[in-house]
């Protein structure tokens, strides 16, 4: 039988897959990225996980994808194109809809959990 309720372990996470922003989309700094994903649907549309970024700009483009973050720790400032910079940290969350672009500041690294449609 499939399991159809699934818990963030984040104790049990595993390994991470490690990668880097494209080099165009780097503004400042050395950015590592490492995520671990928990769950998706069959065909892959609707997926989630855990992200982590270290300290650094880049900028931020959804394209046709939908994002929902809930802050697990760290600080990051987000500036969506033409708008005010907010500052999430532990505890906030957010959705960057399609569309979406902007730049993604990490100040202290951030770790969060995301869904992606």
Partial sequence: MTKLLVQFKL????EP???RPPADRVIEGDIICRTWDVDSDKDGAV???VFESTPGTNRSIKGETWEYC?????VAELTEDGQEPIIVKAGDHFVMKPGYKGRW????????????A
């Fill in 70 to 74: 809930a802050i697990l720790s760290g």
């Fill in 11 to 14: 104790d049990q996470l595993g």
């Fill in 17 to 19: 897959r490690e990668s």
């Fill in 105 to 116: 500041r990490t100040i202290e690294t951030v770790r969060k959990i995301w869904v992606v």
């Fill in 47 to 49: 997926r989630a996980g």
